[in-house]
Structure formats: structure tokens, C-alpha cells
């Protein structure tokens, strides 16, 4: 491993290694700490000749910019993109700003669906995220849970003839569609949608959680024109030499979380969803909240 100042430009901050959100008044507190003389560990890099990706030290990287400097100090060590993703799984389990709620949650839904790293045993797992063993146990039921119920759910029941020869029409006689003198209920299925904590959404919701892709369509987008950008500076492309690429990287940051803070999470816990509850103000009358919010509600609420 080696540890020296490299430029900030030269960092990719999008190769999969960023599992949290980073938060702005952390960066505006170890921006403050720095101007005043503080000095923060190395950030942790993983190289593969062509791409430096940032594995640990989101916070202290954006602080750095905002300190307006160009270059920060990194322990740089060989390897593939894929080993820095795995790395990254450790970032934060011991010491610096505590990883949120749903964090851990998510590197390991990374790692089940990974057909090299499954197949590590839950101690191993649970020693390099840093969480127990029954966390990961429990997670990876879970997960197995969903994929099972996804596959029935696209499978579907198996079809049988609505009526055998020689049975009687048994359908309920109601209110509905006419046919030959009698009328036939219509039963349209039931449209279930859930929150991101399992929490069923009420139906007047449902169409703004099923948009919540159009956010995340919107971040893949910034990630090309960082990508983009990012490739065309280093074949010094001269269509993008005006672009200060680690401002530029700054700025999609801020805007992703703009859009990951506008997201829909979960319905309203204050309210549940009420589409009466104008006054609600956790929700502003809206039914829904995003994460942040929903992480600051209390306990006994949730």
C-alpha cells in the first residue's frame, strides 16, 4: 500500500462503492475542522491502473473540495473494481459517522445477490460488514423470501378450466356483467403495493411509490453524464477541458440527493396516509415521506 496526495479529479466516486448517502453537515463540519488545522486520515482507494475508486472517506473527500483544495492524501492499493465494491462493504462499521439505518441492510442484499460472495459463510459475512450473525442470517431468509414469492408471483397459479363437464355453473350470482339472463360478479384482483419497510400503501398513494422509479431513472442519468464527462477528460478530450470535473462531481452529488430526498419512502407514520390529513406537517399533508424523515421518527411510531 502506498500513501500520497493525488488529485481530487482523479477519484471515481462512481464505481458501486458508495452504500450511504453523505450527509451535508458532516462535510460542513470536517470542512470547518480542516481550515483549522485538523488532520484527517488517508481515504482508502483501490486502483485499477485506469480508475482510482474511492472505497472509504466520502465525507472527508467533499470536505476537502469545499475546503477548496485539489489534491488529498490516499492509501492507495492494486486491485479490480470488484474488489474495491467488496472493500467498501467494510467502510464505516467501527468508527466515523455511523452508517444509517438500512445501510447494512443493503450491502448484504448486494452480497446474496452475488454468486461468488453467497457463498461465504454468515461468520465471514457478518465479520466484514460488521454486524452479528443472526442479522445476516435473518437478512438473507428474508431475501430468500422475496425471490420465492417473486417467482410465484410471475409464475402464477396454474390455470384450470372454469367449468368441468357435467358441473353446474357455481359462479355468485350479483350485481355485474349479464350473460344469458343472469348476472356474474367481477372481481378485480386487489393491486398490493408496498413501502420500502413492507408497509402497504393505500390505493390514493400508490401511483407516486410506483413513480419513485422516475427518480432513480433521473440518478442513473447524472451518473452517465459524470461517466461521460469523466472518460472524455482522461483521453483529454478537448470538447471537455472547461469542465472542473471535481466541481462537477459536487454538484450531481447534491442534486442525486436532492432526488433521493424528494423520493417517496414510506407512508406517513404520523398519519398513516390519511388522504383526509392536510394538517399533517411531518408529511405536509402528502401521505408519504422520505427516508430521512422516516429515520427520525420515533420508535413506537414506526
Not at 5 to 14: A, G, R, V
Not at 106 to 121: C, F, V, Y
Not at 134 to 150: G, H, L, Q, W
Request: hydrophobic fraction near 35%; include cysteine.
Amino acid at each position: 500500500m502506498a500513501t500520497k496526495s493525488i488529485p481530487i479529479k482523479d477519484i471515481c466516486l462512481d464505481g458501486g462503492t458508495q452504500h450511504r448517502p453523505v450527509e451535508d453537515k458532516v462535510v460542513t463540519r470536517y470542512a470547518a475542522m480542516m481550515k483549522d488545522g485538523s488532520v484527517f486520515p488517508p481515504v482508502e482507494i483501490i486502483t485499477d491502473g485506469k480508475s482510482n475508486f474511492l472505497v472509504d472517506g466520502f465525507h472527508r473527500y467533499f470536505a476537502v473540495i469545499r475546503f477548496g483544495k485539489k489534491y488529498i492524501e490516499a492509501n492507495i492499493v492494486n486491485g479490480t473494481q470488484r474488489a474495491a465494491i467488496k472493500e467498501s462493504f467494510a467502510a464505516n462499521k467501527y468508527n466515523a459517522v455511523p452508517r444509517p439505518d438500512g445501510t447494512v441492510k443493503s450491502i448484504l442484499k448486494l452480497i446474496w445477490n452475488d454468486s461468488e460472495w453467497s457463498k461465504n459463510s454468515v461468520s465471514d459475512i457478518a465479520k466484514h460488514v460488521g454486524c452479528t450473525r443472526v442479522y445476516v442470517s435473518a437478512r438473507f431468509a428474508e431475501f430468500d423470501k422475496e425471490k420465492a414469492d417473486e417467482k410465484q408471483k410471475k409464475s402464477g397459479p396454474k390455470s384450470t378450466p372454469l367449468f368441468k363437464p357435467g358441473t353446474p355453473d357455481v359462479r355468485t350470482k350479483t350485481v355485474g356483467v349479464k350473460r344469458g339472463g343472469s348476472k356474474y360478479e367481477m372481481k378485480k384482483p386487489e393491486k398490493k403495493v408496498l413501502d420500502s419497510i413492507g408497509k402497504k400503501v393505500p390505493e390514493h398513494l400508490v401511483k407516486y411509490f410506483e413513480r419513485a422509479n422516475e427518480y432513480r431513472q433521473m440518478i442513473l442519468q447524472l451518473n452517465t453524464m459524470l461517466r461521460t464527462v469523466r472518460e472524455g477528460k482522461a483521453k483529454n478530450d478537448l470538447f471537455y477541458k472547461f469542465i472542473k470535473i471535481e466541481n462537477l462531481t459536487a454538484e450531481i452529488g447534491n442534486v442525486k440527493r436532492i432526488f433521493r430526498f424528494a423520493m417517496p419512502y414510506a407512508v406517513c407514520p404520523y398519519c398513516g396516509g390519511d388522504e383526509n390529513n392536510k394538517e399533517c406537517r411531518a408529511c405536509d399533508g402528502c401521505g408519504f415521506v422520505n427516508e430521512a424523515t422516516y429515520q427520525a421518527t420515533p420508535k413506537d411510531l414506526k
